[in-house]
């Protein structure tokens, strides 16, 4: 009789660092790391920027925007409804797959809202505006007003962002530089038509969360993805993976090569910026987030930018400059009082975070006092 194996809380979490780049920085490009990663969660613009900081050994953030401004990457609403930062081939090859749980949300937030309009008339019409310029929401809805009078613009908007595949165009999510949220479809972006659904394709994408999130269990993956019925894929694919089970007994799958590092493998530091792929790519967040930390790290609808220590989150950081940018403040919220030779690592780590986002700028690391209550918090 095989036994199942039993993986802790640390040997999961080494797992999960290794794969998401994070036990040490990889030799990569951007474009393997966003790929492996199937995309960067960045709600936040400059989010992307931050997440491969901490994975890459030579990322260098003006040519990625470069490329970001180039079209080999774009922002575009995925997984969970939610923007991310893939590579052009992943984002016609992937948005195909989210489409009808987006339409999902949309049908069921918004059919009072939206009642007597006709949905594939709205997302012609959307097309033949995003044809003329890219728009904000806002501006996508007022325009449809003139055929939807009585419709609230809010609404109208939020049909196009949750119909079409709308990706945010630059300067929005360019380095140091910003701009309003306006869209257009990736089709018209990128010159090319979304990959259709294929049998595989929803399997293949269930392999790559594993390869870069795993050992996850099915509802792991769909936490992540988004997505519904995933055991029958789990089902399917079986034969390619390996299980195991968690300390709880909850059954994990995995790529049967993929790396699971000793659970005493030595974790450095590492600075995440406002939800990173990895607080947020399994139910069960303990892998690398105490219950305790995720409630003072999760503010009304916000995940704080988050650093950990010995692999764990161990506290929140902001960065202040000023607006010459002469000077730069990276200040630092422990959730539980650092011992010294964890202080001189944050602090270290610190102060390359800040010689990247503020290169020749005065430079301080400073303490906050660690949090003694928790605050509330909502989850998005």
């Given at each position: 009789?095989?036994t199942?194996?039993?993986?802790?809380?640390?040997?999961?979490n080494?797992?999960?660092?290794d794969r998401?780049?994070?036990?040490?920085?990889?030799?990569?490009d951007?474009?393997r790391?966003?790929?492996h990663?199937?995309?960067?969660?960045?709600?936040?613009?400059?989010n992307?920027?931050?997440?491969?900081?901490s994975?890459?050994?030579?990322?260098?953030?003006?040519?990625?925007?470069r490329?970001?401004?180039?079209?080999a990457?774009v922002?575009?609403?995925l997984?969970?409804?939610?923007?991310?930062?893939?590579?052009?081939?992943?984002c016609?090859?992937?948005?195909?797959?989210?489409?009808?749980?987006?339409?999902?949300?949309?049908?069921?937030?918004?059919?009072?809202?939206l009642?007597?309009?006709?949905l594939?008339?709205?997302?012609?019409?959307?097309?033949e505006?995003?044809a003329?310029?890219?728009?904000?929401?806002?501006a996508?809805g007022q325009a449809?007003q003139?055929e939807?009078?009585?419709?609230e613009?809010?609404?109208?908007?939020m049909a196009?962002?949750?119909?079409?595949?709308?990706?945010?165009?630059?300067?929005?999510?360019?380095?140091?530089?910003g701009?309003?949220?306006r869209?257009?479809?990736?089709?018209?972006?990128?010159?090319?038509?979304?990959?259709?659904?294929?049998?595989?394709?929803?399997?293949e994408?269930?392999?790559?969360?594993?390869?870069?999130?795993?050992?996850?269990?099915?509802?792991?993956a769909?936490?992540w993805?988004g997505?519904?019925?995933l055991?029958?894929?789990?089902?399917?694919?079986g034969?390619?993976?390996r299980?195991?089970?968690?300390?709880?007994?909850?059954?994990?799958?995995?790529?049967?090569?993929?790396?699971?590092?000793?659970?005493?493998?030595p974790?450095?530091?590492?600075?995440l910026?406002?939800?990173?792929?990895?607080?947020?790519?399994?139910a069960?967040?303990?892998?690398?987030?105490?219950?305790e930390?995720?409630?003072?790290?999760?503010?009304?609808?916000?995940?704080?930018?988050?650093?950990?220590?010995d692999?764990?989150?161990?506290?929140?950081w902001?960065?202040?400059?000023?607006r010459?940018g002469?000077?730069a403040t990276?200040v630092l919220?422990?959730l539980?009082?650092p011992?010294?030779?964890?202080?001189?690592?944050?602090?270290?780590?610190g102060?390359?975070?800040?010689?990247?986002?503020?290169?020749?700028?005065s430079?301080?690391?400073?303490?906050?006092e660690?949090?003694q209550?928790?605050?509330?918090?909502?989850?998005?």
């Amino acid at each position: 009789m095989t036994t199942t194996p039993v993986l802790s809380r640390r040997a999961l979490n080494r797992a999960l660092l290794d794969r998401q780049l994070l036990l040490a920085r990889a030799p990569w490009d951007a474009a393997r790391a966003v790929e492996h990663l199937v995309g960067l969660q960045t709600q936040i613009p400059g989010n992307h920027y931050t997440a491969l900081f901490s994975r890459l050994e030579d990322f260098r953030a003006e040519e990625f925007s470069r490329s970001f401004e180039a079209r080999a990457f774009v922002r575009i609403s995925l997984h969970r409804s939610t923007i991310h930062t893939v590579t052009a081939r992943d984002c016609l090859a992937l948005r195909p797959l989210f489409a009808a749980p987006a339409e999902r949300v949309l049908r069921s937030n918004y059919a009072a809202r939206l009642a007597g309009v006709d949905l594939d008339r709205l997302a012609e019409r959307a097309r033949e505006l995003a044809a003329r310029e890219p728009c904000t929401f806002h501006a996508f809805g007022q325009a449809l007003q003139s055929e939807w009078p009585h419709h609230e613009a809010q609404a109208l908007g939020m049909a196009v962002r949750l119909l079409l595949p709308m990706v945010q165009v630059p300067p929005r999510g360019l380095w140091r530089r910003g701009g309003a949220a306006r869209h257009t479809t990736a089709q018209l972006w990128l010159g090319e038509e979304l990959a259709p659904p294929t049998p595989g394709a929803l399997d293949e994408l269930v392999l790559r969360y594993v390869g870069a999130f795993g050992p996850a269990s099915v509802k792991d993956a769909q936490t992540w993805s988004g997505l519904t019925r995933l055991r029958e894929v789990f089902d399917r694919v079986g034969h390619r993976l390996r299980r195991f089970r968690d300390e709880g007994g909850t059954e994990l799958f995995d790529l049967p090569d993929a790396p699971r590092p000793d659970a005493d493998t030595p974790a450095p530091v590492r600075f995440l910026p406002d939800y990173d792929n990895v607080l947020i790519g399994h139910a069960d967040r303990t892998r690398v987030m105490a219950d305790e930390a995720r409630r003072r790290v999760w503010l009304a609808n916000r995940a704080l930018p988050t650093f950990l220590v010995d692999g764990f989150v161990a506290g929140t950081w902001r960065l202040e400059t000023d607006r010459r940018g002469t000077e730069a403040t990276l200040v630092l919220a422990p959730l539980r009082r650092p011992g010294r030779s964890e202080r001189a690592a944050l602090e270290e780590e610190g102060a390359r975070l800040l010689g990247f986002h503020a290169p020749g700028a005065s430079a301080t690391v400073r303490w906050e006092e660690e949090s003694q209550e928790p605050r509330e918090s909502q989850e998005t």
